[in-house]
Each structure stands twice: as C-alpha cells, then as structure tokens.
C-alpha cells in the first residue's frame, strides 16, 4: 500500500480487507459496502505481529478510542474525533460491572463506529453520507458528518421518539421519517438516494466495525490485562457484538490473551430477535423477524445483515443468546438505574434484564465477572 491520495489517510498496517463469509479480497483505496462477490460484509485486516507488547500499541496519553491508533486502520491526523471513548466501568455489585457507553458523544455507543466509519469515508472522497438508524445510529452520524463538513441524510421509522429526530436536525441533517422498521428505511434509502451517496449502514460498510471494537481493547485495560467471564450485549445490527469479537481475535494474535474468550450474550426483546431464533434453532443465517415490535429501538432490527457473524461470535465464545420480554425492559433499565446510578437506556434495561434471568438460572455463576453495556443514555426516550 502505497502513501499517496486518499490512502495516506490509513494506518501502513492495514493490510487487506476481505469479505467476511467468502474470503474475497477488495481494494483498500477507495470506497466499498458490501462484498462485490456475495453482498455480504467486508471486514478490515490489521498486519499483527505475535508477541506485540501492549505498551508499544496503547498510547496512555489519548483518553479516546484512538489511544489505539496502532491496530486501527485511519490514521489518528486523518480521525474526525469528538473525542469518543474510553467510557467508565461501574460496579453493579461485586462481580457484575456496567460499561456506560452514554457517556459518549452523542449519548451513545454509535459515536466510536461513525467516528472511524465517516474517517474513513471522507478520506476515501464521500461527499454525502447516508444511513437508515433507528435514532442514535442518525445523530451520531449527523453529528460526525457536521464535523468533517460533509451532508447527511439520514432515514429512519416515523415512530422514532421525537428527540433523536430534533438532534439530527440540530447537526445540519436532512431527515426523512418512514413507516416501519429500519428496515423499511433501508429500502427508503435504497430508492431515494443518489448513486454518489455513500451509505455508512451496520456492516454494509467495513470501518464502523473498527471503531466499536475498542470497546474490547477498553475492557482488557480496565479488566488489568484481563478480560470478563461474561458479556452480557443488547443486539439490533450487532456491529458491537462482532467488534469485540474481533478484537479478541486480535489480541491473541499480538500474544496478549489466550484461546479462552468471554463468553458472549445476544440480547433481544421478544418482540423482535432474529439472532436469538437463529441461535435456538442452529441456523448458520438469521431469518427475517416479521412485525417486530420493540420500545428499546435499538433492538428493532428485524433483519440484520451481520446475523450470521453474530452467531458465529456466540458459539466460538460459548456464548448464548436470549430474548426478554417486552414487558420486563422498562422496569429493568429503572432498576438498574437505581442500583447504579447510570442514565440507564431501554436496551440496557432488556441486557439488565438477561442477566438477572442468567444469574437465576446459573448460567453465570456467582464468582464469574461479569460485563454488561450500557448502549446509550435514556434521556432521549423521556
């Protein structure tokens, strides 16, 4: 790779970018979705070295994700930064902590995806930036887009609280409300954008991953060079999920950790959870959830297009994956709230809910450490 034109922009390790089913190779200098070969997600491969010293990666002076910039694809010179991450941890009780993605930028875990993903997209030459988003996917992106000085259209269901829509707005975003699901909007998009769009959407695009991935990075630092026994993670696309997946893979390959990993948990609501079903069933794929129904609009993703490395990340870890009912999340993110003191959203509270339910059932015993997210903050569905 050479260091001329946009690719100056990328870090000299970034060495390939396959497709994460079919293997096939594409092009690092300049912009892609999907896999050109089978249409599905393409992943970036970072050049890692074994027995990389931790020291010579982490630079303890950046209290950002880009305190990673070494194992991360765009340069820190080239980052369009709020400056997102290395959120706190905080005890729940004595084995259980919660990772506060809500005081992100945005309010959100989304701000680490976009942050890489609009990096990246602007050095490769986008110019308007698009995206269906249940709500904090948008503002996150609407913010970043504001940021690099770049135009966003953002898409998303006509129920969405009214809050996320305002904050879009705010940021300079042109908004388009859409009966349905995201996935209703995705379609919306597909028919209304122009052919020189560039659409950041979950994993139809391969650096949002690269930024959500340092949440693992995060936790092997808080964890003191080690990682939960259990991630307890509310799914809708599940880039987070796949993210920390990956970067568990990654750190092994620098001699970092071992083969063991934290075992990972999808979590749902019942009114949508294609990748628990899928994950009941065995299926190599998830299926289409038919009207999905949820107030955590997160997790209302009836068709995620990274279903598939989603259950692959469950059954490598040992993991699971487990629906809450609709009923039990709003009283969940309460309790938690009130336990804790974090600014609890929905989608923590179904998590919240899925490790009660584990703990109770001795699926997670009472001396594993145990992690469980906090996507992002609940002011926004007040």
């Known amino acids: 790779m050479t260091a001329s034109g946009p690719v100056a922009s990328f870090n000299p390790e970034f060495e390939s970018l396959t497709c994460f089913d079919c293997g096939a190779h594409h092009e690092i200098g300049r912009l892609h979705s999907v896999c050109e070969s089978c249409g599905l997600p393409l992943q970036v491969n970072m050049r890692l070295k074994p027995d990389t010293d931790p020291a010579s990666v982490i630079d303890r002076s950046i209290y950002s994700l880009w305190r990673y910039s070494k194992v991360l694809p765009v340069l820190p010179e080239a980052a369009i930064t709020l400056t997102e991450g290395w959120t706190p941890l905080v005890q729940a009780d004595g084995q259980t902590w919660v990772k506060d993605e809500a005081r992100n930028p945005t309010g959100s875990f989304k701000a680490r995806g976009m942050s890489m993903g609009v990096s990246a997209a602007v050095a490769l030459g986008a110019r308007r930036l698009v995206a269906p988003s249940a709500g904090n996917a948008a503002g996150a992106l609407a913010a970043y887009g504001a940021a690099a000085g770049v135009e966003v259209l953002v898409a998303m269901p006509e129920d969405t609280p009214r809050q996320f829509v305002e904050e879009c707005r705010q940021y300079g975003a042109q908004v388009e409300l859409v009966p349905g699901t995201i996935a209703d909007s995705g379609r919306w998009l597909a028919e209304h954008r122009s052919p020189d769009d560039f659409d950041l959407s979950t994993l139809k695009e391969p650096f949002r991953v690269e930024g959500k991935k340092t949440m693992g990075y995060e936790l092997w630092e808080q964890f003191d060079g080690d990682l939960p026994d259990v991630i307890v993670y509310p799914t809708g696309g599940g880039t987070g999920l796949v993210g920390m997946w990956k ?136």
Request: charged share 25%; with cysteine.
């Open 247 to 382: 970067a568990f893979d990654e750190m092994e390959a620098m001699g970092w950790i071992g083969a063991t990993r934290p075992r990972l948990v999808s979590v749902q609501s019942d009114g949508c959870a294609p990748v628990v079903e899928g994950f009941r069933r065995n299926n190599r794929r998830t299926e289409p959830w038919p009207d999905a129904r949820t107030t955590a609009y997160g997790l209302r993703v009836p068709n995620p297009i990274a279903g598939f490395i989603c259950l692959r990340a469950l059954r490598e870890t040992g993991g699971t994956a487990i629906a809450v009912p609709e009923s039990d999340i709003e009283k969940a993110a309460a309790a938690l709230s009130a336990a804790t003191g974090v600014d609890a959203c929905p989608e923590a509270g179904a998590a919240w809910a899925a490790h009660e339910t584990l703990r109770d059932r001795g699926w997670i015993g009472p001396e594993e450490r145990t992690l469980v997210f906090n996507t992002g903050t609940g002011l926004k569905y007040r």
